[in-house]
T-cell receptor, first 109, second 116 residues
């Protein structure tokens, strides 16, 4: 049974800092891993999708890496901004798709 | 292209009532999912479907039923609503092919359900 864990549960940083969010999973036989952003009271927005054969994906200030053998992924956010404040969730795809509990990020001006 | 559409957006149910959350997607995706999200928590998988006529239980299926008679629709039914089913429900879909494929998952906007 796939278990997905995200650390830390919450993170508060000053504007401009670079930061790393962590995601770990127990079953490495995944098809892909995705990172999502969720704003309060809203749905989920996909940020980055990494296929199982890939090591990383980049989009603007975001970079996600995947180490399938160790069951880990990181989301790196460069030069954080107050608008980045949200909950970030990772999800891994086997036959179904399992989510971590998320990291609640606050970027202070 | 509407993506994933869920209805209703908000609903209040009395204990013991039944209702169906509707979900439809127009992207011809074979995989569809239902999740619930409790306050401050991640998403828990209720049921999923890999194609029309096929459904499977997720992490928290008790108290729910699903059907997948068409590729487009994946309704979620609550037969005897309980306060523990108060949550936000999200429907999602994606395409899935070979082991190394698997496209972005698309979510509906959510259905806020309160059982009193």
């Amino acid at each position: 049974k796939q278990e997905v864990t995200q650390i830390p549960a919450a993170l508060s940083v000053p504007e401009g800092e670079n930061l790393v969010l962590n995601c770990s999973f127990t079953d490495s036989a995944i098809y892909n891993l995705q990172w999502f952003r969720q704003d309060p009271g809203k749905g989920l927005t996909s940020l980055l999708l990494i296929q199982s054969s890939q090591r990383e994906q980049t989009s603007g200030r975001l970079n996600a890496s995947l180490d399938k053998s160790s069951g880990r992924s990181t989301l790196y956010i460069a030069a954080s901004q107050p608008g980045d404040s949200a909950t970030y969730l990772c999800a891994v795809k086997n036959n179904d798709m399992r989510f971590g509990a998320g990291t609640r990020l606050t970027v202070k001006p | 292209n509407a993506g994933v559409t869920q209805t209703p957006k908000f609903r209040i149910l009395k204990i013991g009532q039944s209702m169906t959350l509707q979900c439809t997607q127009d992207m011809n995706h074979n995989y569809m999912y239902w999740y619930r999200q409790d306050p401050g928590m991640g998403l828990k998988l209720i049921y999923y479907s890999v194609g029309a006529g096929i459904t499977d239980k997720g992490e928290v299926p008790n108290g729910y039923n699903v059907s997948r008679s068409t590729t487009e629709d994946f309704p979620l039914r609550l037969e005897l609503a309980a306060p523990s089913q108060t949550s936000v429900y999200f429907c999602a879909s994606n395409a899935q092919g070979t082991l190394n494929s698997g496209n972005t998952i698309y979510f509906g906007e959510g259905s806020w359900l309160t059982v009193v």
